[in-house]
């Protein structure tokens, strides 16, 4: 059974740089075609993709948040980390992660959607 | 970025109504989307996937269409555990897109 949870501060404040832990289990992040990625989702918005690791450490980004995004894993500890830099209000949400394996199915569909989901942690950006 | 625009933005319908949304790609996906949906303070759960293939698990009643740049989601006869947000995101590209969502509330 895949699951994860998404740990970090539930308040930052502007100008600071939020670390938000995504910790796993019941898969390895070094199988072949195995992801993680991070979602956003400011209070009563859309969904918003942010960045996404591949089990061989190749890394993609949201092009309007590269800039301010890192993301790393840390695969003896089945964690990813996703780091933003210089947090502002409008970063307010409840931040995701989520697990992909892409891949083609049984019948040659290509799969490549985010299957498993965290619960989701809040943080609020506020002085 | 490939934008994803979904329509409606709400939808009213009712117990056992059949209800469509569409999503609309910014440029042709090759059918790598997929559809989600989620109920208020839960994370997303997918739906379907290569835009109509159904997630293990999931009632026969989702179904999904489309090509090129159109697609849609369905649901035949509309229970009251559907009543929630569906979002569509493409994988076409690995910078990933979401829609911005559809409300399907109670009438």
């Known amino acids: 059974q895949i699951t994860l949870k998404e740990s970090g501060p539930t308040l930052v404040k502007p100008t600071q740089t939020l670390t938000l832990t995504c910790t796993f289990s019941?898969?390895?992040?070094?199988?072949?075609?195995?992801?993680v990625g991070w979602i956003r989702q400011p209070p009563g918005k859309a969904l918003e993709w942010l960045a996404l690791?591949?089990?061989?450490?190749?890394?993609r980004y949201s092009p309007s948040l590269k800039s301010r995004l890192t993301i790393t894993k840390d695969t003896s500890k089945n964690q990813v980390v996703l780091t933003m830099t210089n947090m502002d209000p409008v970063d307010t949400a409840t931040y995701y992660c989520?697990?992909?394996?892409?891949?083609?199915?049984?019948?040659?569909?290509?799969?490549?959607?985010?299957?498993?989901w965290g619960q989701g942690t809040m943080v609020t950006v506020s002085s | 970025d490939i934008q994803m625009t979904q329509s409606p933005s709400s939808l009213s319908a009712s117990v056992g109504d059949r209800v469509t949304i569409t999503c609309r790609a910014s440029?042709?996906?090759?059918?790598?989307l997929a559809w989600y949906q989620q109920k208020p303070g839960k994370a997303p759960k997918l739906l379907l996937y290569?835009?109509?293939r159904l997630e293990s698990g999931v009632p026969s009643r989702f179904s999904g269409s489309g090509s090129g740049t159109d697609y849609t989601l369905t649901i035949s006869s509309l229970q009251p555990e559907d009543f929630a947000t569906y979002y569509c995101?493409?994988?076409?590209?690995?910078?990933?897109?979401f829609g911005q969502g559809t409300k399907l509330e109670i009438k």
């Open positions: 995101q493409q994988y076409y590209s690995t910078r990933y897109t």
């Open positions: 989520a697990h992909r394996n892409r891949y083609y199915d049984s019948s040659g569909y290509y799969r490549d959607a985010f299957d498993i």
């Open positions: 440029q042709g996906i090759s059918n790598s």
């Open positions: 290569a835009a109509s």
């Open positions: 019941g898969f390895s992040l070094s199988t072949s075609g195995v992801g």
């Open positions: 690791i591949y089990w061989n450490d190749d890394k």
